[in-house]
């Protein structure tokens, strides 16, 4: 499975921004999809998961009520939106997916996508 990552930028605090991640190869009717962020000088950090079917999502506490995770009816493309943005949340973002359930450990998961960068100015 190869996951492509898009739609990163430079936003104002409070604005919104919606995250991409396309992906192609052979996506299994088992994958989880999830996003992640790393900030600089920090570790990879969980920001939401969604199962295969859409029936089960589960957010970082830093962006519970912000943030919402989804994915089209071909099941290959998965979007983050991101709304009231703060100036804490910028970091590269990455999509990533795993089979099984939902985890939010970033060692869970078997493929990753290459990151895109979102900065938010105060």
């Known amino acids: 499975v190869q996951l492509q990552a898009s739609g990163g930028g430079l936003v104002q605090a409070g604005g919104s921004l919606r995250l991409s991640c396309a992906a192609s190869g052979r996506p299994s009717s088992s994958d989880t999809m999830g996003w992640f962020r790393q900030a600089p000088g920090k570790g990879r950090e969980f920001v939401a998961g969604?199962?295969?079917?859409?029936?089960?999502?589960y957010y970082g506490d830093s962006v519970k009520g912000r943030f919402a995770i989804s994915r089209d009816n071909t099941k290959t493309t998965v979007y983050l939106q991101m709304n009231n943005l703060k100036p804490e949340d910028t970091a590269v973002y990455y999509c990533a997916a795993k089979r099984g359930p939902i985890f939010s450990s970033p060692g869970s998961y078997h493929y990753w996508g290459q990151g895109t960068q979102v900065t938010v100015s105060s």
């Open positions: 969604i199962s295969w079917s859409g029936g089960s999502r």
